[in-house]
């Protein structure tokens, strides 16, 4: 074995597994597990502290402890000396620049508890590293630098820590040995500590003077630190608080029962079931429940897992539910005591913590992932940014990568939720770039807007389909995109004289006309291009289910507002039309002098030149204008609409 010299581990192999290991094995299986992060500035000791509690719970094998011999004469920081950080550094980057750029997580275990930590990076710019570790942590391990103190970092992590809801605080000042074990350097840490906590709403934390390269205060206490056991101190060391802290499960069963259905469990014709994992309280057969957002209720016939039926089953346990009624219940719904159901709505204030290298476009159409439920979203332009570093509200358009801020934000349909601080699950959600499928933003739902609440559909008596059944026609908006100068107006306009003709109804919307009028406020940044599109497909949809044949001129340049349109409509309704006209022809023409107004740089934002233009990827019709004259154009698009093609 490597010669390791380091003070022997506290925990000796339970007895039992000699004398009993049935016994031993089910007693290890019904151990709690708690996940927690450790986190602080860089250089704090973090790696280094996982490192010892892996090698001090004798979570590593002799091989592993012979390479880490090895690596640390090469590329550890400590000389000659063991550096258990390389334990958990394990990207290249990592070992070369002596830091901890992604999250590792590691699972190791006592006698008592299990435990899964996660090593969470120290550099501002890997804020959204730490902020996924964070997310289903029950205990975070704040580490400071005995010789640097409270650092801006520290402030950052405690914030975030807190806006996570990450309950258990562990302030581990560390590198002790450095600082001769001094009562005094502690003390002041502390008090500087406890000002900055109050003031952000850390009610409780424990401190612990550790050293993780020295082992000190780790596994046993320290001789080093005889006045750490007096009453005013935690007086434990940190493996024995936290095995002893009480873990999220244990708050979240005293909350009423929610479970997110992830599937309807349907193995044959005789038995149907809701699966999914309790997300808080418990419930038994005979509980009556309530499913949402149908609000339809009934009673618990079983609750059945792969080992049987139970008897009750509570937060954190995955089941799967039967109701003694046949009601509607899909992936999404959640199902909830009867009395005390979540809430629905489809308006927020929300916190955001943008993680995307693209900054935010207030307005853009996003994926939304809250528990089991999926819907598009759509964030405002922030109320405020804030500023970790000093908790100011800053004003703000946008959020950049790692920024904080605080929006409303607007879903295409009610979704179930409960605020973040009452129910992890129900209020924390992420946002999806609809393009690339890639995770731009961590959210937390504060409340749901009065307005959401307040503001009802009022249900009619004369529906779309007696709209159009009167006009003998079936609406539908054809939703032209192009460069400008493409022709997009000039075919609109054949495609509408050709349907007048043939006795359509149809409304033509053109993008220069409606700038005139209901979009006269909008300019042309990214964010008013949006709006504009936004505005134009509400109202698209408003005349479709009038009964009408839309059509629409507009460049359009963003894919994601184009879809955000057609997810407005019923399937087949939305037709886009790609009038393809390359950059170089749309620019000889220029019928309107815009280009050459771009070129000079006296027209901003222009499609084509300083702002991108995103060609459909499956349009209905597509229109090569190189090989097709807008006579011919025209009669495509009519032929396809009504079925001719």
């Keep these: 074995m490597a010669d390791i010299e380091t003070k022997e581990a506290a925990y000796v192999v339970d007895k039992l597994i000699a004398e009993d290991i049935d016994s031993y094995l089910d007693q290890h299986e019904h151990k709690t597990m708690l996940r927690f992060i450790t986190c602080g500035s860089v250089d704090d000791g973090k790696s280094t502290l996982i490192g010892r509690l892996l090698y001090d719970s004798k979570m590593i094998f002799e091989d592993q402890l012979d390479a880490l011999a090895n690596d640390s004469k090469k590329v550890g920081t400590q000389g000659q000396e063991i550096d258990f950080a390389l334990l958990v550094d394990g990207l290249a980057a990592e070992r070369e620049q002596g830091i901890t750029i992604d999250v590792a997580y590691r699972f190791f275990n006592t006698e008592k508890r299990k435990f899964i930590v996660a090593d969470c990076p120290g550099h501002e710019q890997y804020t959204r590293n730490m902020v996924t570790g964070a997310s289903t942590s029950d205990l975070a391990v704040i580490l400071i630098d005995a010789r640097k103190g409270v650092l801006v970092q520290t402030r950052r992590h405690s914030y975030l820590c807190k806006l996570l809801g990450v309950k258990n605080i562990v302030l581990a ?44 205060n780790i596994t046993t206490l320290s001789e080093n630190t005889p006045w750490y056991k007096a009453p005013e101190y935690a007086g434990v060391p940190l493996i024995e608080h936290l095995e002893t802290v009480e873990v999220l499960t244990s708050d979240d ?138 908790m100011e509200e800053l004003a703000a358009k946008t959020l950049e990568l790692n920024s904080i801020g605080v929006a409303e934000m607007t879903t295409d349909k009610q979704i179930v939720f409960e605020p973040y601080t009452e129910n992890r699950q129900l209020g924390g959600f992420i946002l999806i770039d609809k393009m690339t499928n890639a995770t731009v933003a961590a959210g937390m739902i504060n409340f749901s807007l009065r307005r959401s609440q307040n503001v009802h559909w009022q249900a009619v008596d004369i529906s779309r389909t007696q709209h159009a059944a009167l006009k003998n026609q079936k609406p539908a908006v054809l939703w032209f995109t192009g460069l400008s100068g493409s022709g997009k107006s000039t075919i609109a306009n054949m495609v509408e004289k050709k349907l007048h003709r043939m006795n359509r109804h149809t409304f033509l919307l053109d993008g220069d006309n409606v700038r005139h009028g209901l979009n006269k406020d909008l300019g042309f940044t990214e964010s008013d291009r949006i709006e504009n599109i936004r505005r134009v497909g509400e109202v698209s949809k408003l ?85 097709l004259s807008p006579e011919e154009a025209a009669d495509l698009i009519v032929d396809t609409l009504l079925g001719d093609v």
């Design 173 to 216: 000042v560390n590198k002790m040995d450095l600082v001769d074990y001094s009562q005094e350097v502690f003390d002041k840490i502390l008090a500087d500590y406890r000002e900055f906590a109050e003031s952000i709403g850390i009610e409780n934390f424990t401190a612990m003077p550790i050293s993780g390269y020295k082992g000190d």
């Design 253 to 390: 069963a005293d909350k009423p029962f929610r479970m997110p259905v992830q599937w309807v469990n349907r193995p044959n014709l005789d038995f149907r079931g809701f699966s999914g994992q309790i997300a808080t309280g418990v419930v038994k057969p005979k509980d009556k429940i309530r499913v949402l957002p149908s609000g339809k209720t009934s009673t618990v016939s079983k609750i059945v897992t792969f080992d049987g039926e139970l008897e009750e089953a509570g937060a954190g346990q995955s089941v799967t539910i039967c109701f003694e009624d046949e009601i509607d219940c899909s992936r999404g719904s959640v199902i909830s005591v009867a009395d005390a159901p979540p809430q629905t709505a489809d308006q927020f204030e929300s916190t955001f913590v943008w993680m995307a290298d693209e900054a935010m476009v207030p307005g853009r159409a996003y994926w939304m992932k809250i528990g089991t439920q999926m819907v598009s979203a759509s964030v405002a332009e922030p109320k405020y940014e804030i500023n970790v570093n000093t």
């Design 543 to 627: 005349m479709t289910d009038a009964g009408l044949i839309v059509i629409t001129a507009f460049i359009s340049p963003f894919q994601a507002d184009r879809e955000l349109v057609r997810a407005m409509l019923p399937e087949g309704e939305f037709l886009e039309v790609f009038i393809d006209t390359p950059l170089k022809v749309a620019e000889a023409r220029d019928v309107k002098g815009l280009y050459k107004k771009a070129r000079a740089g006296e027209l901003k934002n222009f499609t084509g030149i300083d702002s991108p233009y995103e060609a459909p990827r499956n349009p209905e019709i597509r229109i090569d204008t190189t090989k």
